[in-house]
């Protein structure tokens, strides 16, 4: 068993008042290393005490979306119809705003309402894990422990200096929180006063937390008036071409090879370094990126997040989606379709809770269980697939009174 995965399951089995006594003896040998980062001692006691241990975030740690999930599950789930039309209405919404945050920091509307709407869904979705409590954990077990107690630190000094409040404050496992789900550390170097009112609140404001964004693009190297890059399409007789991020060339050898772009339109003439994406191989679409890509990754690394907010980005400037398919014969969901799919799993009487588009543990157990009803492989996957099987399949309703 791996390491990690062994404290989990210790921490799991450990009785409540063993976890508490844990935890207390783990943040009394922290607070000479807070007092040391710029957090006073009662600002450490009165914001720790009584933190219990949450072992959910150290088993999130190893397993994270956007590294294991197929890219077109991934997309299928964030750039969807109803995301598109969100941030089409929140665009029209905070024009005035977003136009003001372009000409301060020169990044588009478009891009910024598009990592709003991947990080929280425009604000609906903060997450559910309580900062504290998550940090100190992440702080006391697993790995990088040292990242997440400076994390801990940064978070502690933003409630002393006032920008944030303590009571309420949730995020994700690892502790980014807000409207587009900055990091403490990160909060306290990029954060911006975007509404006037001398505080920068990435929690309660909109105009602080998108102009933050802008802001942290500008200084990841954003360049204003320049594309993420295109949709590209190979030629069908060429070798396969060296592809990754970092694996640059200048634009001429790409027209060199015979690279168009999907959508018709013609490639820059200059000579800029660019990269070609090949995100699920050579039989699926094909992207060349720019600089502007390499900033957008900087808010997560990982290819499938950047390629989310770009794509995501392009949809609300009004592009009609992807040209080329995903490889493969069972698309992904949209979450419409994901809710559709658990309610006819709750029809067909598995105990799966609510339908909310997530598919969780409960919703995977319920899918292999109809693969394997129906002689399929068992793989817990939600796709177009069983999707329709269980359209087709649906029990009859019950008849009128």
């Not at 478009?110 to 979705?125: F, H, K, L, M, P």
């Not at 587009?180 to 309660?204: E, K, N």
């Not at 809770?353 to 919703?363: H, K, N, P, Q």
Request: charged fraction near 25%; proline fraction near 6%; glycine fraction near 10%.
């Amino acid at each position: 068993m791996r390491p990690l995965a062994l404290q989990v399951l210790l921490l799991a089995l450990a009785s409540p008042a063993a976890l508490a006594d844990d935890m207390a003896a783990c943040l009394a040998r922290l607070e000479p290393q807070a007092r040391a980062a710029g957090v006073p001692a009662e600002v450490f006691r009165a914001n720790t005490r009584d933190l219990a241990w949450d072992p959910s975030v150290l088993e999130a740690l190893d397993h994270q979306p956007e590294f294991r999930t197929p890219i077109w599950d991934y997309l299928a789930g964030l750039v969807d119809e109803q995301r598109v039309a969100d941030g089409q209405a929140r665009l029209a919404e905070h024009a005035a705003l977003l136009a003001q945050i372009e000409r301060t920091h020169g990044v588009d509307p478009a891009t910024v309402v598009a990592v709003w709407g991947v990080e929280s869904d425009y604000g609906r979705t903060f997450g559910s894990k309580p900062l504290l409590g998550s940090l100190a954990t992440l702080s006391c077990a697993g790995r990088r422990q040292p990242f997440f107690r400076g994390e801990l630190f940064a978070l502690l000094r933003l409630i002393q200096a006032g920008d944030l409040r303590a009571d309420g404050l949730v995020g994700s496992w690892a502790g980014a929180f807000g409207h587009t789900q900055f990091m403490p550390s990160t909060y306290a170097r990029i954060a911006v006063d975007g509404d006037g009112d001398g505080r920068r609140d990435l929690v309660g404001s909109i105009p602080d937390a998108l102009a933050s964004t802008a802001h942290y693009l500008r200084k990841a190297g954003w360049r204003t008036g320049q594309p993420w890059g295109y949709e590209v399409v190979l030629p069908a007789d060429s070798d396969a071409p060296v592809s990754g991020r970092t694996q640059r060339r200048p634009l001429p050898h790409w027209r060199a090879r015979g690279l168009r772009r999907a959508d018709g339109g013609t490639l820059p003439a200059d000579d800029r370094n660019t990269a070609l994406l090949l995100p699920a191989g050579r039989d699926g679409p094909a992207f060349l990126v720019f600089r502007n890509y390499d900033a957008i990754y900087s808010y997560n690394a990982a290819e499938s997040y950047a390629l989310a907010i770009a794509l995501l980005a392009d949809r609300l400037r009004g592009d009609g989606g992807l040209r080329a398919a995903w490889p493969t014969d069972d698309p992904g969901l949209s979450r419409a379709e994901r809710r559709e799919l658990q309610t006819l799993l709750l029809a067909r009487g598995h105990a799966i809770g609510t339908v909310d588009g997530m598919i969780g543990r409960l919703s995977r157990e319920a899918i292999a269980a109809e693969q394997r009803r129906l002689g399929w492989a068992v793989d817990g996957r939600a796709g177009q697939r069983i999707l329709a099987a269980l359209r087709e399949d649906a029990p009859s309703p019950p008849p009128a009174d």
